[in-house]
């Protein structure tokens, strides 16, 4: 059984992993703005993980017998700069999810529920990845600095990626 305040903190992420998806839409879009197709499809790709992770959390909380509360999502930024600073604002805000399932992770072992605490390991792995390649992104645009044709060639990268669907929890 879990707890009603456990059970409210993982329903508040399932937003927070909502507003996620939604902020990487908006990265997305703004990236098709100023002609990097590329990134806007990294970023694409960004929001459909970011779906499964929140719908992750919603269908964990179905199998413990709570029914989630859907919240309002709020609305994301519209513009973000430079490629640079898009991925800046993108690692800032994966650095924000982490301290959250840590938050989440922090109160599953004081409330010693064990099932919590092994369900939300595959998030506490999956943010040390998360933050691993947004850092690895900003290094290479930092190297690329004005550099045109190595910016070319990060959106040819970018745009190559393609959405393997995760398995949460495992």
């Known amino acids: 059984m879990i707890s009603d305040k456990m059970a409210a903190a993982i329903n508040t992420q399932v937003n927070r992993e909502m507003y996620s998806a939604y902020l990487y839409l908006a990265m997305s879009a703004y990236s098709e703005s100023i002609d ?21 959390l919603y269908d964990y909380l179905i199998s413990r017998d709570y029914t989630p509360v859907l919240l309002a999502i709020e609305q994301p930024p519209k513009a973000f700069g430079t490629p640079l600073e898009i991925f800046k604002a993108a690692l800032e805000h994966e650095k924000k999810v982490t301290a959250w399932i840590n938050e989440l992770v922090t109160m599953a072992v004081a409330e010693q529920d064990y099932a919590a605490q092994s369900f939300l390991q595959w998030y506490v792995k999956e943010q040390v990845e998360e ?14 600095g004005n550099d045109g044709s190595t ?20």
Do not use: C, D, S
Not at 156 to 161: D, Q, S, V, Y
């Open 36 to 56: 990097l197709p590329g990134f806007a499809n990294w970023f694409r790709i960004q929001y459909q993980e970011e779906m499964v992770h929140a719908f992750g």
């Open 131 to 144: 933050e691993a390649t947004a850092k690895l992104i900003i290094q290479e645009l930092k190297m690329a």
């Open 151 to 170: 910016l070319f060639m990060i959106n040819r990268e970018l745009g190559a990626r393609v959405f393997t669907a995760p398995v949460v929890g495992q």
